[in-house]
């Protein structure tokens, strides 16, 4: 079976909904690196940058980075629909999930770990990385959402919910993204509520985010 490296209100929630699409045996280990517990050392062993989501697979190959965990899902489970099998809908899907991880999942490590990305150590200095990684995080949502324009009652990747759709609604959750989009992009903020609430989704975000509120990363 699946493992799946992962913690509450965190990137493994795409994983998570992206294996409940798939209808495949998962289960979880709990752990996170703010979260120091006895599996932590364990998700070392298998991806020293110690971040989750990451994915061990039945046969012992581990996977790390979430857009890779489902594209890997999407080919593996084709009729999960977490991927479409039309070739050009593919592409648009493969482009929007690297673009979430290396453009806006990116930011999101900096607004939460500002000391890795400077040499300095005051908390003006500090706060002004996270300032500068939080505006450009908001700008590539904006830029996202003109990428992949809001068409009637589709979602991002289709009539269903596919990985990009999951990918886009939890990486959108942090660090305000949500209430600037509000405001930037509002169709583009009503299509995140739609894949949040969508019954295939609802149920998995619903344990990761009991109440909208709380978000442990980012915040
Ligand atoms: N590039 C990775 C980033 C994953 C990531 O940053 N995960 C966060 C949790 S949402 C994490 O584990 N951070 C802990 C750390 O960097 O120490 C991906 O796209 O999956």
Same mark, same amino acid.
Not at 61 to 87: C, N, Q, R, W, Y
């Given at each position: 079976m699946y493992t799946l490296?992962?913690?509450?209100?965190?990137?493994s929630a795409s994983v998570e909904c992206a294996l409940e699409m798939t209808g495949a045996p998962y289960r979880i280990v709990e752990t996170a690196s703010w979260e120091k517990n006895d599996a932590l050392a364990e998700l070392e062993s298998v991806n020293p940058l110690k971040q989750i989501p990451t994915l061990r697979l039945p046969d012992g190959t581990v996977l790390s980075e979430s857009a890779a965990i489902l594209m890997h899902l999407g080919l593996a489970f084709p009729d999960s629909g977490l991927l479409d099998a039309d070739a050009n809908?593919?592409?648009?899907?493969?482009?929007?999930?690297?673009?979430? /991880? *290396?453009n806006c999942y990116s930011c999101i490590t900096v607004v939460d770990y500002p000391e890795r990305f400077t040499t300095q150590t005051?908390? &003006? /200095?500090? &706060?002004?990385?996270? *300032?500068? /990684?939080? /505006?450009?995080?908001h700008a590539h949502w904006d830029i996202? *959402?003109?990428l992949y324009p809001v068409t009637g009652e589709r979602f991002i990747a289709g009539l269903q919910p596919g990985a990009l759709d999951l990918l886009a609604a939890v990486v959108s959750k942090w660090s305000g993204t949500r209430q600037h989009v509000k405001t930037s992009r509002p169709a583009f903020s009503a299509l995140l509520e739609r894949i949040d609430s969508h019954p295939a989704v609802a149920p998995v975000f619903g344990r990761h985010w009991p109440t909208p509120a709380q978000t442990p990363t980012g915040a």
């Amino acid at each position: 079976m699946y493992t799946l490296f992962g913690f509450k209100g965190s990137g493994s929630a795409s994983v998570e909904c992206a294996l409940e699409m798939t209808g495949a045996p998962y289960r979880i280990v709990e752990t996170a690196s703010w979260e120091k517990n006895d599996a932590l050392a364990e998700l070392e062993s298998v991806n020293p940058l110690k971040q989750i989501p990451t994915l061990r697979l039945p046969d012992g190959t581990v996977l790390s980075e979430s857009a890779a965990i489902l594209m890997h899902l999407g080919l593996a489970f084709p009729d999960s629909g977490l991927l479409d099998a039309d070739a050009n809908e593919r592409d648009r899907a493969l482009r929007g999930l690297v673009y979430i /991880a *290396a453009n806006c999942y990116s930011c999101i490590t900096v607004v939460d770990y500002p000391e890795r990305f400077t040499t300095q150590t005051d908390d &003006a /200095a500090l &706060a002004a990385v996270r *300032a500068g /990684a939080k /505006a450009r995080l908001h700008a590539h949502w904006d830029i996202f *959402a003109d990428l992949y324009p809001v068409t009637g009652e589709r979602f991002i990747a289709g009539l269903q919910p596919g990985a990009l759709d999951l990918l886009a609604a939890v990486v959108s959750k942090w660090s305000g993204t949500r209430q600037h989009v509000k405001t930037s992009r509002p169709a583009f903020s009503a299509l995140l509520e739609r894949i949040d609430s969508h019954p295939a989704v609802a149920p998995v975000f619903g344990r990761h985010w009991p109440t909208p509120a709380q978000t442990p990363t980012g915040a």
